[in-house]
């Protein structure tokens, strides 16, 4: 079973030969490192310790947050909605947010 990004697709426990689970592995390290970084900045990174990269089947990269407590996953969403709401007002005032980098091909 698998959502249409494939994040619900098995993990890579066992690798198929041509699919490329290096680059996904890689993206999803970036990713995670990201967001670990800004956990550190608003204190929550002891509320995030099982914080990986991992892959599904597909080569997809993957983040995995782990098991949170409750608060920890509502204090998330709510800093996601503020900056979800704050976004409209950094257009408006002529600031641009730079897309996510994309790595390059290996």
């Given at each position: 079973m698998t959502d249409r990004r494939?994040?619900?697709?098995?993990?890579?426990?066992?690798?198929?030969?041509?699919?490329?689970?290096?680059?996904?592995?890689n993206r999803a390290r970036r990713g995670a490192g990201t967001l670990a970084d800004q956990l550190v900045l608003l204190g929550l990174d002891s509320d995030f310790v099982g914080l990986v990269a991992d892959v599904n089947v597909f080569g997809d990269g993957i983040?995995?947050?782990?098991?949170?407590?409750?608060?920890?996953?509502?204090?998330?969403?709510?800093?996601?909605?503020?900056?979800?709401a704050a976004e409209p007002r950094d257009t408006t005032m002529n600031v641009s947010v730079p897309p996510p980098r994309e790595a390059p091909v290996a």
């Open positions: 494939g994040v619900v697709a098995k993990r890579a426990e066992n690798l198929s030969p041509g699919v490329p689970y290096v680059r996904g592995w983040v995995q947050l782990g098991t949170v407590r409750p608060e920890a996953a509502e204090l998330l969403a709510r800093l996601i909605a503020t900056g979800l």
